[in-house]
């Protein structure tokens, strides 16, 4: 089981250069698979084919330590990938009804 909250925040990030730049959160939750939080950003930056460039770390809900922590296991981005597939799903099916 999965705990998922939908975000209309803004964070602040620096890229790899060190610059400060706004991001929107797409969604925090947390696992109970892997005993972790987690949190999904965009900074609306694209890929080649066009599509938003989505970022995810594990986090400390506590706020103890500040850092994100990188996805360091396939376990974890397969719990990742289900969440965002299940966003789409619920936004689809919004958007249908």
Do not use: H, R
């Not at 939908?6 to 925090?28: L, Q």
């Not at 950003?41 to 995810?56: I, L, R």
């Amino acid at each position: 089981m999965t705990n998922m909250k939908n975000n209309d925040s803004v964070i602040v990030i620096k890229n790899e250069k060190g610059e400060e730049i706004e991001a929107e959160v797409i969604c925090t939750f947390d696992s109970e698979q892997t005993k972790k939080s987690y949190l999904v950003f965009t900074d609306y930056t694209t890929d080649e084919s066009g599509a938003w460039k989505t970022y995810a770390y594990s986090y400390d809900p506590s706020g103890s330590n500040k850092n994100l922590i990188p996805i360091e296991t396939e376990e974890e981005w397969n719990t990742i990938d289900a969440i965002l597939n299940k966003l789409v799903e619920n936004k689809e099916e919004k958007k249908n009804a």
